[in-house]
């Protein structure tokens, strides 16, 4: 740990609104005109984040099958940079433009903790890239819903939250439709016409979750502590996360993971770099098979893959920001199936084309009853407050507070840092 580095308790928190009052009001005062400009730009923000949400799915799921398993390593390294790159762009404006966001007690902040979220994130990409390529699309879109127990059980431990029986019958309801979509992969019947699907690579992409979630918390303990800027959080475990996914390349050597011989791998790296000029001479493997060549249209997935995924993040960002983290929910909710169904268009998938079974729709509905039933309070406050007590209606006015103020401070989402 750096010398300068405070300990946790040595930590000033900072007030997340400097000089403004968290004062309570019954409704914003705004005009006719201003409320429909208003209504306009959350529409707009809606939209928005549906769609990039659904192209970020698809897109992911497409670069994942152009690099194939031997070159997964170099795809997930690639983004990285891609994200490292936006970051380091929009931080370098805040430095110029707004010195002020970078606080003292950001500085301050401890850096294990900073290098803790590094690390996991780096662990859970390297885990969910590793495990795309042979896990369908419509179930990676599922199984990202198991963040929501993952976070709950890593606040239980780390911030010692408590959680409503609602909010637990939600979790353990996620659970169960996630664990019914993937039932065709231990019954023998796995193979979703998109790829071969392989049980090994599902439980990878479902334990990268564990590592996310536990990240997602302690970028929450952060925010909540110092009002941490969400960019420069952003840059930091970003840049952290290019050097430290080398750590797990020893890995690769394993069966489940590649099985890519260490003496290898620099050669990989060499093919991924030619694979994302689009040089069609690259073979694509599915472990020791080679099922295709890379094509010219890789670069352009590739750029997608990494730009659709920074939207999305922002959308996500103005929705808490501009509307609430009610409205964010609401949105999710809505790509939640959109992005389940996108995998069965062919017009998208082309040859990637998966077939959408009565597992797949079981699941979503299952999902989507237990992702309504954790956000059940928050959806109450929305559309029937006066049912609602006061203390919550009161905590989801401050948290609109917060978010216009320019930080997140709705509890379940850990903001836009990947």
């Known amino acids: ?36 400009r208003r209504q306009a730009m959350l529409a707009v923000l809606v939209v928005g984040y549906v769609a990039t949400s659904v192209v970020a799915s698809v897109t ?75 896990t369908p699309g419509a179930w990676q879109v599922l199984l990202g819903q198991l963040i929501v127990p993952f976070t709950m059980l ?19 309801t996620i659970i169960v439709g996630s664990v019914l979509a993937i039932m065709p992969a231990f019954t023998g019947r796995g193979d979703s016409g998109g790829g071969h699907t392989r049980v090994y690579s599902v439980l990878l992409y479902m334990a990268a979750v564990a590592p996310s979630a536990a990240s997602n918390v302690l970028k929450e303990q952060a925010f909540k502590k110092v009002a941490f800027d969400i960019f420069f959080l952003s840059f930091m475990v970003t840049s952290l996360q290019i050097v430290l996914g080398w750590m797990f390349v020893p890995l690769l050597s394993l069966r489940g993971f590649g099985g890519i011989p260490l003496h290898e791998v620099p050669g990989t790296m060499r093919d991924g770099f030619q694979c994302l000029l689009g040089n069609e001479h690259i073979p694509v493997f599915e472990y020791d098979k080679v099922i295709g060549y890379c094509s010219a249209y890789v670069p352009r997935v590739t750029f997608l893959d990494s730009m659709s995924d920074l939207a999305s993040g922002i959308f996500q960002l103005l929705l808490v920001k501009y509307g609430s983290a009610v409205l964010y929910v609401l949105a999710a909710a809505l790509a939640l199936p959109l992005s389940n169904l996108a995998f069965s268009w062919p017009a998208l998938m082309g040859d990637s084309v998966e077939r959408f079974s009565w597992y797949d729709i079981g699941g979503l509905l299952v999902v989507l009853l237990g992702f309504s039933l954790y956000r059940s309070r928050q959806f109450a406050i929305l559309c029937c407050p006066k049912y609602v007590s006061g203390s919550d209606v009161a905590n989801a006015h401050r948290q609109k507070l917060l978010s216009r103020a320019g930080e997140s401070g709705d509890d379940d989402f850990g903001g836009f840092a990947h």
């Open 60 to 134: 992911s799921k497409l670069n994942a099958n152009a690099y194939g398993t031997r070159l997964v390593f170099f795809k997930s390294q690639i983004i990285e940079i891609g994200w490292a790159s936006y970051m380091t762009a929009i931080v370098l404006f805040k430095v110029v433009s707004r010195p002020a966001d970078l606080t003292d007690a950001m500085r301050r902040y401890p850096k294990r903790l900073i290098f803790a979220m590094g690390f996991l994130d780096s662990f859970a990409d390297f885990l969910a890239n590793v495990g795309s390529v042979n």
């Open 154 to 172: 890593f606040s239980f431990i780390i911030l010692r939250a408590r959680f409503r029986s609602f909010e637990n019958a939600g979790a353990v």
């Open 1 to 36: 740990m750096s010398p300068n580095a405070a300990s946790d308790d040595d930590i000033e928190a900072e007030p997340l609104v400097p000089g403004t009052p968290l004062a309570i009001k019954p409704e914003d005062e705004v005009t006719g005109a201003e409320a429909r």
